[in-house]
């Protein structure tokens, strides 16, 4: 769903951004000439690095889109091993982005959207499988009562991804 959504802003000419996650403490790596990262999932030290290196001072940054929890496994993988490896990929994540949001002096701030896959029941015949990522929902509200500048937002997908899901996100 990132990637392309990516493929979709940069048609329509914005600059996108790319934060991969890695399950390493080491320097973020990226290409030569392209707006993708793979930061540390424990480091809020490269999620910082990777902000202020690619937030233009003389431009804004038009908005955020989270899309690390759509990675997590649905609640019949999940093991106590692998919902603590979520935590990390999605609320302290979060809680990592907003403390780093937090220190950087946006003219106009921008508005971070947090995708999930299935933490919501919308008809009474959805599955709710994300189980992983539920608490997003809650941090994003804590997020939005503590810096609300960012209206965070939650955006949560169906179960099984659809034909126009990426053009519904953008």
Not at 16 to 39: C, H, K, M, Q, Y
Not at 120 to 138: M, N
Request: hydrophobic share 35%; proline share 6%.
């Amino acid at each position: 769903v990132a990637k392309n959504a990516a493929k979709v802003l940069r048609k329509r000419g914005h600059r996108v951004v790319i934060l991969s996650s890695s399950r390493t403490d080491s320097e973020p790596d990226s290409e030569p000439g392209v707006d993708e990262f793979a930061i540390s999932t424990t480091s809020q030290a490269d999620l910082a690095r990777v902000l202020s290196e690619t937030i233009p001072q003389d431009q804004s940054l038009h908005g955020i889109i989270h899309c690390w929890s759509l990675d997590h496994p649905s609640a019949q993988q999940l093991s106590t091993e692998t919902l603590a490896e979520c935590q990390q990929t999605g609320v302290l994540s979060i809680l990592k982005l907003a403390q780093s949001l937090a220190a950087i002096p946006f003219e106009m701030p921008p508005r971070v959207h947090i995708v999930t896959r299935g933490t919501h029941r919308v008809v009474d015949s959805d599955r709710v499988d994300g189980i992983a990522s539920s608490p997003l929902v809650g941090i994003a509200r804590v997020a939005n009562n503590e810096h609300p500048q960012f209206r965070w937002t939650t955006i949560d997908l169906a179960h099984e991804p659809t034909t126009y899901e990426v053009d519904d996100l953008v």
